[in-house]
Nanobody, 123 residues
Framework: VQLQASGGGLVQAGGSLRLSCVAS????????MGWFRQAPGKEREFVSF????????AYADSVKGRFTISRDNAKYTMYLQMNSLKLEDTAVYYC?????????????????WGQGTQVTVSS
């Protein structure tokens, strides 16, 4: 599975962005997928997870109520709608895929990674 993340950019605090992650490979529909982020000098942290059906979702407490994860298996694409962005949301955002059923909040629980897309929130 190859993953390509896009949609990052520069946005003012309080604004919105939508990230996309396009997957190639026949196993897309059977993978759980997630978003992680990494700010300069910090470890990569879990943001959100969605299972293959789109019915099981998980969010980090820091983004709950502001971010929404979704996926469109017909388009091999996962999305992260980010609203009410804060300065602390600034990071490189990575999408990832896992073959094992169920959510994982650790980077080690994922098998494939995209290249990352930069999100910068300004005041």
């Amino acid at each position: 599975v190859q993953l390509q993340a896009s949609g990052g950019g520069l946005v003012q605090a309080g604004g919105s962005l939508r990230l996309s992650c396009v997957a190639s490979g026949r196993t897309f529909s059977f993978n759980g997928m997630g978003w992680f982020r990494q700010a300069p000098g910090k470890e990569r942290e879990f943001v959100s997870f969605i299972d293959w059906s789109g019915n099981m979702k998980a969010y980090a407490d820091s983004v709950k109520g502001r971010f929404t994860i979704s996926r469109d298996n017909a388009k091999y694409t996962m999305y992260l709608q980010m609203n009410s962005l804060k300065l602390e949301d600034t990071a490189v955002y990575y999408c990832a895929s896992r073959g094992t059923y169920g959510p994982s909040t650790t980077a080690g629980g994922y098998d494939y990674w995209g290249q990352g897309t930069q999100v910068t929130v300004s005041s």
